[in-house]
């Protein structure tokens, strides 16, 4: 079948090109057949990657080792699962999934879009299939994934120990998603600024595209985090990684696009912002794949140096170029007319924080940045650290956290002051209270930015909550209901307000968790043999007993750990680590385990107020006499024989183990941080439901004749 | 020796190429199709959302975010908005008709 994959990429390195043709000549003669002929080509481009998609996924399932991706990406004993998902842990298999992604989700996008909106819509489809193209030409000429080996071995190398974890296979797919998604509202922005229509239409038309792509994105940084916090090893979930703020990045700048918009669609105001805001984030999508695929920064996401950087950055280069050119081309259409009447209203609020986001896109794109910035200008590569991005970012977010809260109080064109005092009064009295609180407790009084990041919190929690409730008391006072149905009624009449609020109140959960986590953790790296004890935040950590198991695909070399507090038991933590063979000849059965990658275990006890953590090092150095005298004897065992020198190392290491380094950490408040992820998911999927039909029908029926008349007048 | 299965792949890519050129080439042999539907779906959501704004802006004056004052400013610009909109569908639907 390797055929018909081959067959399919050219197919659409032949279908891109054409698509664009055909979709130019559509947007310059104004016609509808060419600009159809182009919508076409982009569903055909669709369905062939598919075909292409299908043929490398049998491939990998079918340990077909004749092709090279899957000869250095997976082997016979990578569990089913992980052959199933390997394929985005390749370059080329990842660029794949990258361009099919984006041909799905731009043909459902001009589908719709073409109808709403023709002539922009006939533009983006010129500019969507610019993009396939672009992809489609690098897997076909530079990263093929049916190139075939001459010879072809007989076992792969398998896959890479660190991404066997089951979140990490969801990872790829969630982030691509986002990437690709921000690329459709990039698109119709584009369409709209060539075609003129630079009113609100574009912006209904990709609506949806926007929330979906920021929830895709938004859930792949959470499953990224949640994998380094269990799977790396180095005890934390947020490293300020190159690859990791790439992604957060186009979150950011899409955050404040999100926002924004709402400003133009009530006012038709922040024209050449919004559009100069998605354009932003549309090419930071692009960057953010550059990143993770050139290698260009060291990240432990990174793929290795690639010949992919050129063509990435000349492809870089002309998506801001073209998009510079084409608002500086429209900046007298872009420009409006009205102005915010007042800083007391949400229209302000919105855009202070937009501020707020774009800044700390800036933040983190320079500290990102900050190495290729500083060996151009020095000729040296520096670069910064945690500390620095905290200073930074730390005050931004918590003025966003505030509001996030400050923002549902407000209402659209102006609030008096006095009315916005009341309705804010309960919720900073439960900010001072819980700031009040915080200050009795020694670890969080010295700590003066997590306790104003919980504070801030508290105040954006209660106001959305205070603001939901009096809305919910307002309709049921109207219509005669009970609190319950009134509250579900003002959610499914304004899905999109009140899953925005959710969405607040989720970021500031998230925030706090972050906030109480990071400051207040409690972190001790340890030696220890059997039977000792070491404390850590409050906690006794015993290492009752080594651990040693083999398999087929990995030695587990680990420990038993009991946790108590004050002589009770807490749990039994079992952290471990995995070596994993390298496919080596030179080297002895048992060695080409300790010589290839290892992976953490960790042993972790989560809670809703603190977690405990624990991974091991074990000293391996120790049992090197004994893996060189296996090796020495048996240099030739294989299958079932060198299963059992393993099974022997995995005994001698329970039996005899030499001291491990641990590292244990008690960080409170970590659960809050996934709690919040999943909370401001659960917002933005309540946004993205669409109205149900009898409350827009109940709405249009609401419209005083009045209105009817005067539309007739 | 061909390998086992090649015509059969030979084959399914000769079918992939002439069903992507039948389909992509169609509309060239068809008559362009009018775009009068999706605009009026446009209008109409475009009405629904200022409908939607009039709504929440009462939502906000009975919640007292807003003071009556301000309330009708507001309405009467959103009201405008949704009247000039209700005349477009009206013009829109006049044009899907003739």
Same mark, same amino acid.
């Given at each position: ?26 947007? =310059? ?6 600009? %159809? ?78 109808? &709403? ?14 993009? *396939? ?53 990039? *698109? ?21 595209? %926007? ?123 872009? %420009? ?77 064109? =102006? ?61 049921? @006072? ?89 002589? @009770? ?40 107020? @603190? ?85 827009? &029908? ?13 539309? @007739?007048? | ?39 009026? &779906?446009?209008?109409?959501? *475009? ?14 004056? !009975? ?8 309330? !009708? ?9 949704? *009247? ?15």
């Amino acid at each position: 079948m390797i055929v018909l994959g081959r067959s399919a990429l050219l197919l659409a390195l032949v279908l891109a090109p054409a698509g664009v043709a055909a979709a130019f000549v559509g947007v =310059r003669r104004a016609d509808a057949r060419w600009s %159809a002929v182009g919508r076409r080509v982009l569903y055909s481009l669709f369905g062939v990657l598919s075909v292409a998609m299908i043929v490398l996924e049998a491939a990998f399932l079918r340990s077909d080792f004749s092709l090279g991706v899957v000869a250095t990406h997976s082997s016979t004993t990578t569990p089913a699962f992980y052959r199933a998902t390997a394929m985005w842990s390749s370059q080329e298999g990842s660029l794949l999934l990258w361009v099919w992604l984006l041909a799905g989700w731009a043909s459902l996008a001009v589908r719709s879009g073409h109808r &709403r909106v023709p002539e922009i819509a006939a533009c983006a489809t010129c500019v969507l299939l610019a993009f *396939a193209l672009f992809f489609v030409a690098l897997l076909v000429l530079l990263a093929n994934p049916f190139a075939q080996l001459a010879v072809p071995p007989a076992e792969g190398t398998g896959l890479q120990p660190l991404l066997r974890y089951p979140a990490m296979m969801i990872h790829p797919p969630a982030l691509y998603s986002g990437y690709t998604l921000w690329t459709i509202p990039f *698109a119709f922005g584009i369409g709209a600024l060539v075609s003129g229509r630079l009113d609100a239409a574009w912006i209904g038309a990709t609506r949806r595209f %926007a929330l979906a792509a920021w929830l895709a994105l938004g859930f792949g940084v959470l499953l990224g985090a949640r994998w380094s916090w269990s799977e790396l090893g180095w005890g934390g979930y947020w490293a300020w990684d190159p690859v990791e703020n790439a992604a957060l990045l186009p979150w950011l700048t899409g955050t404040a696009f999100l926002h924004s918009v709402m400003i133009q669609e009530r006012r038709g105001l922040l024209r050449t912002w919004n559009v100069g805001l998605v354009l932003a984030t549309g090419i930071l999508a692009v960057l953010g794949t550059f990143l993770v695929r050139s290698g260009v920064l060291e990240s432990i996401h990174a793929f290795g140096a690639s010949t992919l950087g050129v063509p990435f950055l000349a492809f870089i280069a002309l998506l801001v170029a073209g998009s510079t050119g084409l608002v500086l081309h429209r900046r007298a259409l872009l %420009a409006a007319d009205g102005r915010i009447d007042s800083v007391l209203s949400r229209e302000a609020v919105f855009l202070v924080g937009n501020l707020l986001l774009v800044g700390l896109a800036f933040v983190i794109f320079w500290g990102t940045f900050f190495p290729l910035i500083s060996e151009v200008a020095t000729g040296r590569r520096a670069s910064v650290g945690p500390p620095w991005f905290e200073r930074y970012t730390v005050p931004l977010a918590i003025a966003t956290v505030g509001l996030a809260g400050l923002g549902p109080l407000m209402p659209w064109l =102006r609030a008096s002051p006095a009315r916005l005092a009341r309705a804010g009064a309960v919720p900073a009295a439960i900010a001072l209270a819980t700031a009040g609180a915080l200050l009795a407790v020694p670890p969080v009084r010295s700590h003066p930015a997590a306790l104003a990041t919980i504070a801030v919190g508290a105040f954006a929690v209660a106001a959305v909550v205070l603001e939901l409730l009096r809305a919910a008391r307002v309709r049921a @006072r109207a219509s005669g209901r009970a609190m319950p149905h009134a509250l579900a009624g003002v959610v499914g009449r304004n899905r999109r307000r009140y899953g925005g609020y959710l969405v607040h109140v989720g970021f500031a959960v998230l925030l706090v968790g972050v906030a109480a986590s990071s400051s207040l953790q409690h972190v001790r790296d340890v030696r220890l043999r059997p039977g000792d004890t070491a404390a850590v935040g409050g906690y006794d950590v015993r290492y009752v007993r080594a651990t040693g198991h083999a398999t087929r695909e990995k030695l587990s070399l680990g420990a038993v750990l009991e946790v108590s507090r004050g002589g @009770r038991h807490v749990a039994t933590l079992t952290p471990t680590r995995g070596f994993y063979a390298v496919e080596d000849p030179r080297l002895g059965p048992v060695d080409r385990y300790f010589s290839g990658e290892a992976t953490s275990e960790v042993g972790l006890e989560s809670g809703l107020g @603190r977690d405990f953590w624990t991974a091991v090092e074990p000293d391996v150095q120790a049992l090197r006499p004994m893996i060189a005298g296996i090796d020495r004897r048996f240099p030739l065992a294989s299958g079932a024989s060198q299963r059992f020198l393993l099974d022997a190392v995995a005994e001698r290491y329970r039996r005899f183990p030499p001291p491990a380094a641990f590292r244990l950490i008690v960080s409170p408040l970590v659960a809050w941080v996934w709690m919040g992820g999943l909370v401001m998911l659960a917002g933005a999927l309540l946004a993205l439901w669409p109205a149900p039909h009898p409350v827009l &029908r109940r709405a249009r029926l609401a419209v005083p004749r009045a209105l009817r008349a005067a539309g @007739r007048a | 020796v061909r390998p086992e299965g090649h015509d059969v792949e030979l084959l399914l890519v000769c079918a992939m190429v002439a069903l992507v050129a039948g389909f992509v080439t169609r509309p060239l042999r068809a008559p362009a199709p009018g775009s009068a539907s999706g605009r009026l &779906r446009a209008l109409e959501d *475009a009405r629904d959302a200022k409908l939607r704004e009039i709504r929440d802006a009462e939502l906000d004056l !009975r919640m007292g975010k807003l003071e009556p004052a301000d309330h !009708r400013v507001l309405d009467a610009r959103l009201r405008a908005e949704a *009247a000039a909109l209700l005349r477009r569908l009206d013009a829109a639907r006049e044009e899907a008709r003739t």
